[in-house]
């Protein structure tokens, strides 16, 4: 008895003394690295009370101090490494004295996948599937609400969580690899624990950790080997403007000039144009740049190089972790443009095949063109964007359809846009969309007319540039306009307890088989026909409320004719002979239908024929 009492003191006493004497360091950042990056520096975030006055000591071949880099905050410190060739992957330690109190740190250097820096990217071949995990499929509801996180599921609740997850995404794979698709990309994953909306990910909490919500950090390397498995890529949805207010380190930044701070409040205004405005006042720039994008998502000042380092560093860490094949850049014209064309480029010289494509959400094309890489830009700015997205097209998509033929309306938008795309360095790598997460879904835009939302999917498909089809597009799902919460509806399918499934044939109605398999069509034919990939493109004058081009290559000549019209029309074909000449047969690809291109065509209202020329 007097043993065991002994104990128990020699035990209580031994936990008093690690009571007060914690670990001196609270949290490092990245949590692990690995050899052979072409960049040879590596910067550790430390954080503990009071940690910049300790010594901190590495032995280990290969790897040295090259600089500890201190803030006017003593309780962070920025460990920068060198890591030579002569590293070789394994553990070693990392020492940290202060006050004769010492503690050990074990940090690992991984090897890098093989062939990690010329992995290949997206490109002009692929159509790429956007979802927002909370709201696709949920395929684990033990994870549904997580102690120590604000928001669990109230599916009834339009703006809280519903419990979609990886492991639900991962089980719907395959079901994306049939309907055609040949690239992923998710909003972000990280965590994001807001008191409200954190469904939307992208007010990051900790950029280090996927959200236990929607899984772990492995997770996000299976969905990658699923993705790959299955003949589809996966590509990380990068945000370097803004993190969230609950992220851990915002009462305790770690340096005054860590966010972009205003005496009180200020919203950005939001005015991209200010970038490639002539006569933009600097109060307008710095507004846009400096301002918040709202209220829960704290402006991060990229400017700081210890920040640029950390962010860098991040996007790089898990493009190597979860092994990932490209990147879209959030609201990328809200930052310092040309800290963000550096900070792109940085991520890309480790990753010389990296595709980006950037969201500039800007009005007309020539300010579309300005943000791809490679264009000639007067005051010699390059983005390192190698795509964009048009949002100009998706404004043409949501208002031709419902228009009267005139000049400048109706199918006549097609052709004018497109007559601009003189602006562009690269057309092909153009990111088209009829819709997404931000935006009013494509079935309101067109009153859910099924004809109309044919059209939209038919000239989708055969656009210069690329695809991206969002979570729902398949089945013509639904939506409210003008409400964010009304762009994000559930899958149908995607719980166990919904009434019906989506993702099969038997749980579709007979409209949204239609559109599924129609746009089915589409994708495997442009997936299968490098033609509608990167064939050139000619257009001819819309006449009539109908509007004629062709994609061509060495191989194939693909003859698009849409008929905007609210009756048939007989499309004579000599104005188009340049294009015709040893053709005499057209094989429409969503019907099989054969068409003589000795007669006029006949075609049908509201409706786009794709014609295969033989």
């Given at each position: 008895?007097?043993?065991?009492?002994?104990?128990?003191?020699?035990?209580?006493?031994?936990?008093?003394?690690?009571?007060?004497?914690?670990?001196?360091?609270?949290?490092?950042?990245?949590?692990?690295?690995?050899?052979?990056?072409?960049?040879?520096?590596?910067?550790?975030m430390?954080?503990?009370?009071?940690?910049?006055?300790?010594?901190?000591?590495?032995?280990?071949?290969?790897?040295?101090?090259?600089?500890?880099?201190?803030?006017?905050?003593?309780?962070?410190?920025?460990?920068?490494?060198?890591?030579?060739?002569?590293?070789?992957?394994?553990?070693?330690?990392?020492?940290?004295?202060?006050?004769?109190?010492?503690q050990?740190?074990?940090?690992?250097?991984?090897?890098?996948h093989?062939?990690?820096?010329?992995?290949?990217?997206?490109?002009?071949a692929?159509?790429?599937?956007l979802l927002?995990?909370?709201?696709?499929?949920?395929g684990?509801?033990?994870?549904?609400?997580?102690?120590?996180?604000?928001?669990?599921?109230?599916r009834?609740?339009?703006?809280?969580?519903?419990?979609?997850?990886?492991?639900?995404?991962i089980?719907?794979?395959p079901?994306?690899a049939?309907?055609?698709?040949?690239?992923?990309?998710?909003?972000?994953?990280?965590?994001?624990?807001?008191?409200?909306?954190?469904?939307?990910?992208?007010?990051?909490?900790?950029?280090?950790?996927?959200?236990?919500r929607?899984?772990?950090?492995?997770?996000?390397?299976?969905?990658?080997?699923?993705?790959?498995?299955?003949?589809?890529?996966l590509?990380?949805?990068?945000?370097?403007?803004?993190?969230?207010?609950?992220?851990?380190?915002?009462?305790?930044?770690?340096?005054?000039?860590?966010?972009?701070?205003?005496?009180?409040?200020?919203?950005?205004?939001?005015?991209?144009?200010?970038?490639t405005?002539?006569?933009?006042?600097?109060?307008?720039l710095?507004?846009?740049?400096?301002?918040?994008?709202?209220?829960?998502?704290?402006?991060?000042?990229?400017?700081n190089?210890?920040?640029?380092?950390y962010?860098?560093?991040?996007?790089?860490?898990?493009?190597?972790?979860?092994?990932?094949?490209?990147?879209?850049?959030?609201?990328y014209?809200?930052?310092?443009?040309?800290?963000?064309?550096?900070?792109?480029?940085?991520?890309?010289?480790?990753?010389?095949?990296?595709?980006?494509v950037?969201?500039?959400?800007?009005?007309?094309?020539?300010?579309?063109?300005?943000?791809?890489?490679?264009?000639?830009?007067?005051?010699?700015?390059?983005?390192?964007?190698?795509?964009?997205?048009?949002?100009?097209?998706?404004?043409?998509?949501?208002?031709?359809?419902?228009?009267?033929?005139?000049?400048?309306?109706?199918?006549?938008?097609?052709?004018s846009?497109?007559?601009?795309?003189?602006?562009y360095?690269?057309?092909?790598?153009?990111?088209?969309?009829?819709?997404?997460?931000?935006?009013?879904?494509?079935?309101?835009?067109v009153?859910?007319?099924?004809?109309?939302?044919?059209?939209?999917?038919?000239?989708?498909?055969?656009?210069?540039g690329?695809p991206?089809?969002?979570?729902?597009?398949?089945?013509?799902?639904?939506?409210?306009?003008?409400?964010?919460?009304?762009?994000?509806?559930?899958f149908?399918?995607?719980?166990?307890?919904?009434?019906?499934?989506?993702?099969?044939?038997?749980?579709?109605?007979?409209?949204?088989?239609?559109?599924?398999?129609?746009?089915?069509?589409?994708?495997?034919?442009?997936?299968?026909?490098?033609?509608?990939?990167?064939?050139?493109?000619?257009?001819?004058?819309?006449?009539?409320?109908?509007?004629?081009?062709?994609?061509?290559?060495?191989?194939?000549?693909?003859?698009?004719?849409?008929?905007?019209?609210?009756?048939?029309?007989?499309?004579?074909?000599?104005?188009?002979?340049?294009?015709?000449?040893?053709?005499?047969?057209?094989?429409?690809?969503?019907?099989?239908?054969?068409?003589?291109?000795?007669?006029?065509?006949s075609?049908?209202?509201?409706?786009?024929?794709?014609?295969?020329?033989?």
């Open positions: 008895m007097k043993k065991l009492f002994l104990f128990i003191i020699i035990l209580l006493a031994a936990i008093q003394i690690q009571a007060k004497n914690p670990n001196i360091i609270q949290k490092i950042e990245p949590t692990y690295w690995w050899t052979e990056m072409k960049q040879p520096e590596l910067q550790l430390l954080y503990g009370t009071g940690i910049s006055s300790a010594e901190i000591l590495i032995n280990y071949p290969g790897i040295s101090i090259s600089r500890k880099q201190l803030t006017d905050n003593p309780n962070y410190v920025f460990l920068y490494l060198n890591i030579t060739e002569k590293a070789h992957p394994g553990k070693f330690n990392i020492i940290i004295i202060k006050d004769k109190k010492k050990t740190i074990v940090y690992e250097l991984k090897k890098r093989e062939g990690s820096s010329a992995r290949k990217s997206f490109t002009e692929d159509a790429i599937y927002m995990p909370d709201r696709f499929s949920n684990n509801t033990v994870n549904d609400s997580v102690s120590g996180y604000h928001q669990g599921v109230h009834e609740i339009a703006g809280a969580r519903h419990g979609g997850d990886i492991d639900g995404i089980s719907k794979i079901y994306l049939d309907l055609g698709i040949t690239a992923l990309w998710t909003t972000p994953l990280f965590e994001d624990n807001d008191t409200q909306y954190s469904y939307h990910q992208y007010a990051c909490t900790d950029y280090y950790k996927i959200d236990p929607l899984g772990k950090n492995e997770d996000y390397l299976r969905l990658s080997e699923t993705c790959h498995q299955n003949g589809l890529k590509i990380i949805d990068v945000v370097p403007n803004h993190c969230g207010w609950k992220h851990w380190w915002i009462n305790d930044l770690p340096a005054k000039d860590w966010l972009n701070t205003w005496p009180t409040y200020t919203s950005s205004n939001y005015r991209m144009t200010a970038w405005d002539p006569h933009a006042s600097e109060s307008d710095y507004k846009l740049t400096h301002g918040w994008f709202a209220p829960n998502m704290p402006d991060l000042n990229l400017q190089p210890l920040l640029f380092d962010l860098r560093q991040v996007y790089t860490f898990w493009i190597e972790t979860a092994n990932i094949d490209g990147l879209r850049v959030d609201t014209p809200y930052n310092d443009i040309k800290t963000a064309a550096k900070f792109i480029q940085e991520i890309r010289n480790e990753y010389p095949n990296m595709n980006v950037g969201e500039c959400w800007v009005k007309t094309p020539a300010e579309i063109a300005y943000y791809q890489s490679g264009n000639n830009n007067k005051d010699g700015f390059d983005s390192r964007l190698t795509s964009v997205m048009d949002f100009c097209l998706k404004d043409v998509f949501s208002s031709a359809f419902n228009e009267n033929e005139s000049w400048d309306g109706g199918m006549a938008r097609f052709y846009l497109y007559a601009q795309d003189f602006v360095p690269n057309p092909n790598m153009i990111m088209n969309f009829l819709d997404n997460h931000d935006i009013d879904r494509y079935s309101t835009a009153k859910r007319d099924l004809l109309k939302y044919k059209m939209g999917l038919a000239m989708l498909i055969t656009s210069r690329y991206q089809i969002y979570y729902g597009t398949e089945i013509m799902l639904d939506g409210i306009p003008g409400d964010y919460q009304g762009h994000r509806f559930d149908p399918g995607g719980w166990a307890t919904d009434k019906r499934n989506g993702f099969t044939t038997d749980g579709r109605t007979n409209a949204e088989n239609e559109v599924f398999n129609y746009l089915k069509i589409l994708l495997n034919y442009r997936k299968n026909n490098p033609v509608l990939q990167n064939g050139k493109m000619k257009q001819f004058i819309p006449e009539n409320g109908i509007y004629v081009n062709f994609r061509y290559n060495n191989e194939k000549t693909i003859m698009i004719i849409a008929n905007n019209n609210q009756e048939i029309k007989e499309l004579n074909l000599n104005r188009f002979k340049e294009m015709l000449v040893g053709k005499s047969e057209g094989v429409e690809i969503t019907s099989s239908k054969k068409y003589s291109l000795q007669n006029p065509v075609v049908p209202a509201k409706t786009v024929l794709i014609l295969e020329l033989n």
